[in-house]
C-alpha cells in the first residue's frame, strides 16, 4: 500500500481513469501514510477523512459506471489552512480562528473539487500566511523532513513537507513574498506561481496588487500542470482574472532545451543576500546546463530598488488586511504582523508614492530584460533552511537584515514582475538539504515556462546528485 504513496498524481489518475487504481484504496494509502509520519512533522493540522472516503468512494462507482470523469477525478489534496473548508476546521493560524469552521468553500477549494479533487486536509501556515516558517500558536511549528530541527520554510510549508513526505500527491499554497516557492525549494518539491489573476482569487485584499498569488504543489512539473487545470478560471470578483483554458495544461510536453533562450543570475548583481554555500551549489548547477540552452549567459535586471519598494508595498497590504487585527488584538498577533502593521504606520503617503513609482519602472525594465529570454534561472532561497529555534537569519554572509523579509528578496524582488516562477529542486546543498532554482518565464507565458521546466527536470533526473531528493521515512516514523 505504501507504493502507492509513491504514484505521481499523472500516474495515479490515468489508473483510476482506466480502472487500475480505486480512488479508495489509494485514500486509503494517503490515510495510513499521514498516520504514521504525520506526527513527526506537523504538516497537516485538520482532517476531513468521513468525507473524502465518501467522495472516494462515490469516484470509484462513477469509473465503474463509465461516467465522464474531470481531470482531478480521484486525486487527494490537501488545501493550506489560510483558504476556507466547508465543515473543515479553518484557522489562518490565528488563536483568533482557532475554532472556526467555515459553512461555504473558498472559490478555489470549490474548483478543486469540481475538477474532481478529493480534499483530504488543511496543511499548516504561519499566521495569516506571514512568514518565512511555519509555525502558530494553534498548531506549533512544521519540521523539515530532512531535518526535524529546521524550518519547512513558509508560508505554504505545510504543504511542502506533506508532498516531500509522500502523505498526498497534491498540495494547495499560496505566494506573496516566495511563500510557495520558498518551502517547495527547502522541501525538495515543486511549486508555482502562475501569472497573477490565472488562479483567481475572490477575496483578494487590494484589487489591483499582482503580490499574492494562489497555486499548487507537488512532486513533479507533470504534477503542477494537471492540478493547475483544476487552478485556473475565470472569476468577475478578482479584477485580474480573465478568460483562459483550463484544458491547456492536461498532456503537457517537454520543450526542446536546445531552442530556449536562457540566462542566469546569482543575486540580482549583488542585489539580493547569498550565502555562500547556495551560490556554490548554483554555480555547480550551472556548470552542469552549460551546452543545454541555445543561449546561455548571465544577465542581472534592474533591481536596485526592489528591497525598498517591495517593503512599502507589502506593509501596505498589511495596513489594509491588519489594522483592525492589530488595534483590537496586538497581543495574541505574530511578531511578523506587528511588525509589517507599525512598519506601515510609520510610512507617509509620499512613501507609498514613490514605491508605486518604482515598482512601475521596474516592470517595465523588466518587461525589455526578457524581450530576448524565455526563462532566467535563480537561486530557489538565498540560505539553507534554518534551525526553528534560531529563527529568520539577522545576517547572510555577515550582511545584516535590517528586516524579516531581507533574506527573502532573491525571491520577494520577483515577485514585483508579475511574471510566473516554478521552484525546481535541484539535489542537496552544501548541508545536505534540499537545493532548488527559481525559473522565471516570460509573463502570461505559464505553459511554456512548464514545458521548458519538465524538460529540465528530465535532464536534472539523469545527472548524479541533482535528482529531486527524498527525506529518510524511517526517521518520520512514530
Sequence with gaps: ????????????????????????????????????????????VAKDYDRAIHEATVAEKDVKKRKHLPPLHGIPVGIKDLNATKGMRTTWGSLLFRDHVPTEDEALVARLRRAGAIIVGKTNTPEFGSGTSTNNLVYGPTRNPFDLERTSGGSSGGSGVTLATGMLPLCQGSDTGGSLRNPATWCGVVGF????????????????????????????????????????????????????????????????????????????????????????????????????????????????????????????????????????????????????????LKMRLADVSKAETQWRQLYKNFQTFFEELDVLIV??????????????????????????????????????????????????????????????????????????????????SKINGLQRPQPNLEVLVS
Excluded at 483510476?16 to 504538516?43: D, F, H, W, Y
Aim: proline content about 5%; aromatic content about 6%.
Design 1 to 44: 500500500m505504501n507504493d502507492l504513496c509513491k504514484l505521481s498524481a499523472v500516474t495515479a489518475r490515468r489508473l483510476i481513469g482506466a480502472g487500475e487504481l480505486s480512488p479508495v484504496t489509494l485514500l486509503e494509502a494517503c490515510i495510513a501514510r499521514i498516520e504514521t509520519v504525520n506526527q513527526k512533522v506537523n504538516a497537516i
Design 193 to 344: 506561481r502562475s501569472t497573477p489573476g490565472l488562479v483567481p482569487h475572490e477575496n483578494r485584499t487590494l484589487n489591483y496588487t499582482h503580490f499574492n498569488v494562489q497555486g499548487p504543489m507537488a512532486r513533479s512539473v507533470s504534477d503542477i500542470a494537471l492540478m493547475m487545470s483544476g487552478c485556473i478560471g475565470n472569476d468577475h470578483r478578482d479584477p485580474l482574472a480573465g478568460p483562459c483554458d483550463q484544458m491547456s495544461f492536461l498532456d503537457l510536453e517537454a520543450a526542446d532545451l536546445s531552442d530556449i533562450r536562457a540566462a542566469w543570475t546569482e543575486d540580482f548583481g549583488g542585489i539580493a543576500p547569498l550565502d555562500n554555500g547556495i551560490r556554490n551549489c548554483f554555480q555547480e548547477l550551472l556548470r552542469n546546463l552549460r551546452d543545454t540552452f541555445q543561449s546561455f549567459d548571465c544577465r542581472n535586471p534592474a533591481f536596485s530598488d526592489a528591497r525598498d519598494c517591495f517593503w512599502t508595498l507589502r506593509c501596505v497590504n498589511y495596513l489594509a488586511a491588519h489594522t483592525n487585527r492589530y488595534e483590537q488584538h496586538r497581543d495574541i498577533l505574530s511578531p511578523n504582523i506587528i511588525a509589517n502593521v507599525e512598519a506601515g
Design 379 to 460: 537561486p530557489g532561497n538565498a540560505t539553507p533552511a534554518f534551525r526553528i529555534d534560531d529563527g529568520i537569519p539577522n545576517e547572510v554572509n555577515g550582511r545584516k537584515m535590517e528586516n524579516y523579509m531581507d533574506a527573502s528578496l532573491i525571491r520577494s524582488a520577483l515577485t514585483l514582475t508579475g511574471h510566473p516562477i516554478l521552484a525546481l529542486p535541484c539535489g542537496l546543498d552544501h548541508l545536505g538539504l534540499p537545493f532548488g532554482v527559481q525559473l522565471v518565464g516570460r509573463r502570461r507565458g505559464d505553459l511554456n515556462l512548464l514545458r521548458i521546466a519538465l524538460a529540465l527536470e528530465t535532464k536534472l
